[in-house]
């Protein structure tokens, strides 16, 4: 009889066990469409290293703590965290299809390799911050996203729990995007362009060219720099509008030969539009880093020379900021020079708008977070790693503003085809694979359902808990 108690009180214990296994899982759901991450499932130094506490280095917020979390071996020795992106700031209500608003953000986010420099910490809180402050937007042109932002997977050796900007722009309702390009490069290139385009209407169409110049001597001669075209169909109200955006970000040192490279870019870029052969009664808006500074327009100045090869004019600039690059506003950034570099602005053989503004826009975090500044890794570190000899207390979330460009155009000017371009029907458009979204506009890898493994567990849960009932019955005959 002692025997049998004994078996009874250990089979008590594991079920007791599983049952608070159950809550633990339980507790480690999220809100349907969330993204989130496990912090600790990453194969590196970091692997198993988690704690509560460190989701809100990355702007995230703290869901559960559990060992076994992740796609990775459960931990023998610590534990692993589930982060969550924040809540969801409403867009605003859609402005009439003839007005459309481009945001251009160069998000500083370079391979760990080349430098460090915080780059989780500051791009998984981007879109939030951003949206914080303009709820209006229609389209986002993304420069140096070379890795994808956030928890992307930076390295094809390296496995690791994910969530990419990608992921944030879905919850937020930006469901269209574009490839990044260069995606698809070629060697001598090592890494692609850093530009993408993200979209809250449908991408009907999309396109890129890869430079061919660029300073040999540079880090540029090894990206596939180019121009990335996206064309936005904005749909409201029964009323359509095509749209055709075209981001780059044109090479980034100084000196006449780097002049002489941007002019050549910027004449690549508009050779793109010209094969597009696109509709002169369709709008063409360029957003990039052209890193020509606004402020030196005079005749035959590298400014004046790019736009010229663009065949482009600068809206009317608004707004408290004067420079897109401030190294004495920007905490991010080091030094005392300021310029303007980062541009929205329209083709002047096409479709004039009505009224036009670009605006600076400073997305940033509420409060101070520490980021490491230097190191010599091809992996992220953080600032209480040993491998970080500089550490820097930040708000700002990359060494450029972001710019707003508004355009509105005549209602009447309502385009919906344009010649030598397919374009799809927007009633049976389907975002990308890379993007395929359910009714309610979320990826299905960043859902949690009540299918599959969730439902197996409540199942468990349930019988589990069935028998842990039943086996306190028979001990309270056995034992008392």
Request: charge should be negative; proline fraction near 4%.
């Amino acid at each position: 009889m002692a025997v049998f108690r004994k078996a009874l009180l250990l089979v008590f214990a594991f079920i007791t066990s599983m049952i608070i296994h159950c809550d633990a899982d339980q507790d480690c759901q999220i809100p349907e469409g969330t993204p989130s991450v496990w912090l600790g499932d990453e194969d590196d130094v970091t692997y198993c290293e988690a704690d509560s506490s460190q989701c809100s280095n990355f702007g995230l917020v703290f869901v559960c703590e559990d060992p076994s979390g992740g796609s990775l071996e459960p931990c023998i020795n610590g534990t692993k965290v589930l982060c969550s992106s924040p809540d969801v700031i409403p867009l605003a209500d859609p402005t009439p299809s003839s007005e459309l608003s481009v945001v251009i953000y160069n998000i500083w986010e370079l391979r760990y390799l080349y430098y460090q420099n915080g780059q989780r910490e500051r791009t998984c809180r981007i879109l939030h911050e951003l949206l914080r402050l303009r709820q209006d937007i229609d389209v986002i042109v993304f420069n140096e996203a070379f890795m994808g932002g956030c928890f992307s997977k930076f390295n094809s050796t390296v496995e690791m729990s994910t969530l990419t900007i990608r992921d944030i722009l879905v919850q937020h309702g930006f469901i269209y995007h574009s490839k990044t390009v260069g995606e698809e490069r070629e060697l001598p290139k090592f890494e692609n362009g850093g530009v993408f385009i993200a979209s809250r209407w449908p991408i009907v169409a999309e396109d890129e060219t890869i430079y061919t110049d660029a300073v040999k001597t540079t880090a540029d001669a090894l990206s596939a720099k180019g121009a990335k075209y996206a064309r936005v169909l904005k749909s409201v109200d029964g009323s359509n509008r095509h749209y055709n955006i075209f981001g780059t970000h044109l090479q980034a040192s100084k000196g006449v030969n780097a002049d002489r490279v941007r002019v050549n870019q910027a004449t690549e870029m508009h050779d793109l539009v010209v094969n597009l052969t696109l509709s002169s009664h369709e709008p063409v808006i360029y957003a990039g880093d052209l890193n020509a500074n606004y402020y030196d327009k005079e005749p035959r100045s590298n400014t004046a020379n790019i736009l010229e090869a663009l065949h482009a004019v600068v809206p009317l600039i608004i707004g408290e900021l004067n420079y897109t690059t401030d190294g004495l506003l920007n905490d991010a950034r080091d030094g005392d020079s300021a310029s303007y570099k980062d541009y929205v602005i329209y083709h002047d053989d096409y479709l004039h708008p009505i009224a036009a503004s670009q605006e600076i826009l400073r997305p940033r975090a509420s409060e101070f977070f520490e980021v490491c500044m230097e190191a010599i890794s091809p992996f992220p570190t953080y600032p209480d790693s040993n491998r970080c000899r500089r550490s820097q207390n930040i708000t700002d979330l990359a060494d450029h503003f972001a710019v707003i460009g508004v355009y509105k155009f005549d209602n009447k000017m309502i385009t919906t085809e344009s010649s030598g371009l397919e374009t799809t029907n927007p009633d049976t458009l389907e975002p990308s694979e890379s993007d395929e979204t359910t009714e309610s506009g979320v990826s299905p890898s960043t859902m949690t359902t009540e299918s599959g493994a969730t439902s197996q567990t409540r199942l468990l849960c349930m019988t589990t808990f069935f028998f842990s009932i039943l086996s306190a019955i028979v001990l309270k005959e056995y034992l008392c």
